[in-house]
T-cell receptor, first 109, second 117 residues
Framework: GQSLEQPSEVTAVEGAIVQINCTYQ??????LSWYQQHDGGAPTFLSY????GLEETGRFSSFLSRSDSYGYLLLQELQMKDSASYFC??????????FGAGTRLFVKA | GAVVSQHPSRVICKSGTSVKIECRSL??????MFWYRQFPKQSLMLMAT?????????EQGVEKDKFLINHASLTLSTLTVTSAHPEDSSFYIC?????????????FGPGTRLTVT
């Protein structure tokens, strides 16, 4: 089976740094992706970690530890537009992605 | 980046009618596309995997006769909701994978909001 755990909600202020954690349990694992979805919109790809360690893309960074079945998304210099839902999604092969419940991030002024 | 389009973006139909949603990969070929549905404030639920030139693979609990999927070309997959009912009202999203450089990136269409009255 497969399970994913993310916090349901996170609140932070503009300019701050926030970390969204993800623990997963899957049968087969290639890497971990992160997606952002604004209300009413479709998900957009943020990052993919195929190897352990940190991947940095602008204000967003993502980390993976395979041995701990754990990853996180780090958002720096938060902006109001970062208010959205964030999904971690393990890639288990077959080009299929299963999404968990996601984390709703609220950025306050 | 890769672009996936969907049409229509919104549709309202009467109960009992059928609705077709198109998903196109605009600048790449996608032998496999995916269809999701999403209820308000909930996560995306994978409905089926659309395979070009062969039958779709449906997830458990998804009625294949109700949600007809056709993947006739490398750039087009269609989802037809047959005999729609109000409980089928949802946000339907398609996606396609782009693999390259060791990364697996999934690109989503903008979604289709279906309202069945």
């Amino acid at each position: 089976g497969q399970s994913l755990e993310q916090p349901s909600e996170v609140t932070a202020v503009e300019g701050a740094i926030v970390q969204i954690n993800c623990t997963y349990q899957t049968s087969g694992f290639y890497g971990l992706s992160w997606y952002q979805q604004h209300d009413g919109g479709a998900p957009t790809f943020l990052s993919y970690n195929g190897l352990d360690g940190l991947e940095e893309t602008g204000r967003f960074s993502s980390f993976l530890s395979r041995s701990d079945s754990y990853g996180y998304l780090l958002l720096q210099e938060l902006q109001m537009k970062d208010s959205a839902s964030y999904f971690c999604a393990p890639y288990t092969g077959g080009f299929k992605t299963i999404f968990g419940a996601g984390t709703r991030l609220f950025v306050k002024a | 980046g890769a672009v996936v389009s969907q049409h229509p973006s919104r549709v309202i139909c009467k109960s009992g009618t059928s609705v077709k949603i198109e998903c196109r990969s605009l600048d790449f070929q996608a032998t496999t596309m995916f269809w999701y549905r999403q209820f308000p404030k909930q996560s995306l639920m994978l409905m089926a995997t659309s395979n070009e030139g062969s039958k779709a693979t449906y997830e458990q609990g998804v009625e294949k006769d109700k949600f007809l999927i056709n993947h006739a070309s490398l750039t087009l997959s269609t989802l037809t909701v047959t005999s729609a009912h109000p409980e089928d009202s949802s946000f339907y999203i398609c996606s396609a994978f782009l693999r390259g450089g060791g990364s697996y990136e999934q690109y989503f269409g903008p979604g289709t909001r279906l309202t069945v009255t």
